[in-house]
């Protein structure tokens, strides 16, 4: 059980209050680092147990650095997965009627988020770029500016008053985080969990990522993400970033990880983990003729035509 | 070890030549069936302990009623395959010169295999059907006919005089027969097996076939033989007959069976058994990264994932 | 029009059966070959106008020497299929008991097609293997056999009388025959149409015939048939015939054949020509987003991009 | 010919070197926008003939701004693409030792990837993120801060002295710009283009994409970037962003668009425009048997089967 927790800081971000949903780094020991691969860095040389990074936004996208990361230096594995719903707000030192704001501080990324909202809402107001949400937060607080695009955690930290709250144009707007270990035997499966995968392929695009595709397929794997980056090498030669439904222990999937080992250039697993859902949903369900039970009475059948049985 | 071995018959035919090409059927007890059903029919009730049929020839193609046969009644296994080089001669009763042969019996198959050599060596002769290569020899032998087209083994069961050797169109045509047994433990692996499947597949048929093949290619496979038989219930529905290289006790094709078993209606396992070869030849080398060593490769590192070793 | 008609003889068979249900050759001159090829030559040399050979039978499979005489010598187009219902009777001299038949000719593939019938109904008869089904019906003329195994055709044609009908095994059994023409302009489509091809394939099997599959998977052609046959040249190499949904003006066979003509070793256009239904049945659908309506509106939407428009 | 150009400002970075590059806008009229969509705006308004903007970087990858802007609003066509060496240079208000460095202005990304440079060279100064690279020259100009990291346009426009040239740890990076303007026919072939598109695809990830691909592969197409990006509106729906090589006016791609348009929810072309090749470089070759004279021939071949010639 980790118990030093390193993240993306700084403090009062959404990072924070996604670790903070994690009982074990509720009590444990919480350090912020000032960049990914400082807080991965953190996991890797030991001064942390685990280290929360964003991995991907549903509205962002990918996080590159997080990506580039995990293909490089020692591995690490990933071993929890915490989904967070992105909320905005409109904080100020003081309350005040929307009419009277003439300046907003806001990260890039927030107030393209909150474009619309601000059209309509404050078209007067000058949108003043910082560089991240809790930034935006304190330059409120010290009145640098009359208001700031900040998550509801930068609100209490900075003894701001909420002006609007869910001011996101997109209100489902999700952020998915990674937990970060030293790699170690997965946890066991719970029955709906996720595999995370990079796989480098080799020459042309077209025909290796069809035969990537088809070692899923052929066994009934579920994806349920890709995300290509380029390897930094030359513009054209591609890692993908996979999220396949299952886990490492089951034959399904380790008979499709066996598949891709064989065909790809490299394989790095990054670990099997619970799925996590905002909601109550069912776990994905395998094609016809490729559940578990029928991977389970074709192994069966070899079985006994081996045997003469 | 096989004692009493059926054929099908009659004496004097190629299917008997190629079953004395077998150490214990030239010692033990060989009976003539008069079809390949009844051939089978002595396997499985016992009266024999193996049954020597044609499979197929490289000019005539495959022999419907075995594949039939394989595919309906109770289960039977290829144990051995024996390839037969085909040779045909023209025998009669005394020697004479070809220009004096005015009537030649022949079944019809055998006379086709040899339509250009007659047309430029006995262009007057009549060429009257009847139903057997065996039977031909005897109507040449009773004066019925001038002459037969049949196989050296009909010549000295008949006492029959060569006219002409060699008489085929084509020289390199080859018979396969399969010996079945009754369902047992196949033998084990030599490095130079096929394995022989039926596959019944559902619906439409480029996409069920398209997913057949997918699942052996993905293995790196070898198909060496591909038949496809209507199922007898209406046009359109077949059974497709494979042979593969490989062993049903080998990693890769026991994977690329069991991926079968998931998504075809019905896989009858006929059997696995050594490659006959009547010239030395190399066994068909897996595709680059689908060796057999590169199967053991990634189960091991399959398992180091599952262990965190 | 064809105004000559060469079929596969004797008369009083199936063949000649089929060919006088087309109106043009029940006015015209119909005259019976020895055999397949010597009808296809009739149609080579110009002796005859249109010939009709059997194709394949539900129950007994492809025809070889028909689809061997397709792919060899020079090109010859199918303009039409006819599709017959095998009806088999037992005919006899006189009328007679089941109960005192003690001998019945058959041609091989008859007798086996009704094998079930003659056990249950005639278990003591001898059943004597002849020629043709025509060759059959001559001999229980003759009274040189007490019953034959025919076609209806055979009974009036030797005048015989009928002991039993619809004898066969499997009610359903249905014959295709092709009428063949030298090469030309084909008919125009009528909306449910077939084309016949033979595909010669590369090298390893399972890479290309998957590629002549996915050839025809991506335009969304339907296959209704698919039949091997070795090329003759040595076990392992294969010509296909594929009978595909539609007519070679349509755009989307079009371009599948164009795909097959680029990746195949040779493709060979055997027709298209009008589907031969039994029973009224609507034509096979398109995949959703296949349909030839699809087809249109691709093309308009790629010309639009090439003009800016 | 476009002569008023908008580009992702402020002036002074490496968009505004891009745009340089290009003779028409070395003599037109160039305007810094705040951003890419206010780039993008001016020309769908018609303020500005084009806009440069920046697409991907070998390093950093796609930029997501720019790839989300392409598949909202109204189409937008690339007429050309700018490669452009990424070069970095350490610059400050006068000559000094880099050992008397205390403070960096940079922007994340150009901090980032220069990361080891710094470590090796300036261990002990602190690097400050500002908002741009050119906002980093800026902050060097006035003294804010000892030196900053900049593109060497940076250098001239602020009168900056260059400590330290080419400080990239990846010597190769190079970015990718788009030249945009409102829709219009592609400019004719010159036999080294490419063509990009933006493909949404239906529900299940393996299958859609696997069809996607098979479109292309099936055409011989050359796919030389594929870039996923949420289509925010859950995790796990993506559009991909695809470069083929090619021109939309050859019949191969114009064959695949058409094959995409039918199975995929929807396909935006962006546009069919020159290679831009840094140093000489053949053009991707068709596979074999997949080449323009292959598609010239084999639409040829089917023109005779269709005639009956």
């Given at each position: 059980m980790p118990v030093r927790f390193a993240y993306l800081g700084p403090e009062g971000t959404f990072t924070e209050a996604a670790l903070r949903t994690i009982p074990a780094a509720e009590q444990g020991e919480r350090t912020p680092a000032r960049s990914v691969p400082e807080a991965l860095e953190a996991v890797r040389s030991g001064t942390a147990d685990a280290a929360l990074v964003p991995l991907e936004n549903s509205v962002g996208g990918a996080v590159p650095v997080t990506l580039d990361e995990l293909i490089t230096g020692s591995p690490l594995m990933i071993t929890r997965e915490v989904l967070l719903p992105v909320e905005f707000v409109l904080g100020a030192r003081t309350a005040a009627?929307?009419?009277?704001?003439r300046s907003i501080a806001a990260h890039p990324q927030a107030s393209a988020q909150c474009r619309r909202w601000l059209q309509a809402n404050v078209p007067d107001a000058v949108v003043v770029d910082v560089l991240s949400n809790a930034a935006a937060a304190i330059s409120a607080a010290t009145g640098e500016y009359d208001a700031a695009i900040c998550a509801p955690i930068g609100v209490g930290r900075n003894g701001l008053t909420v002006?609007?709250?869910?001011?996101?144009?997109?209100?489902?707007a999700v952020t998915r985080f990674a937990l970060l270990t030293r790699p170690g035997p997965p946890a066991a499966?719970?029955?709906d969990d996720v595999t995370s995968l990079a796989v480098s392929i080799r020459h042309d695009q077209v025909g290796a990522l069809l035969a990537v595709l088809t070692e899923l397929a052929v066994r009934g794997i579920n994806l349920s993400r890709i995300e290509s980056r380029p390897t930094g090498e030359q513009l054209g030669t591609y890692v993908f970033f996979l999220d396949c439904t299952?886990?490492?222990?089951?034959p399904r999937l380790g008979e499709a990880l066996q598949g891709l080992r064989r065909i790809c250039a490299e394989v790095r697993f990054l670990g099997s983990y619970p799925k996590h859902r905002l909601q109550p949903e069912a776990p994905v369900a395998a094609p016809p003729g490729l559940s578990d039970d029928d991977f389970a009475d074709s192994a069966a059948w070899l079985e006994r035509l081996r045997s003469g049985g």
């Open positions: 009627p929307l009419a009277a704001i002006l609007a709250e869910k001011i996101a144009d997109r209100a489902e499966p719970t029955g299952g886990h490492v222990a089951e």
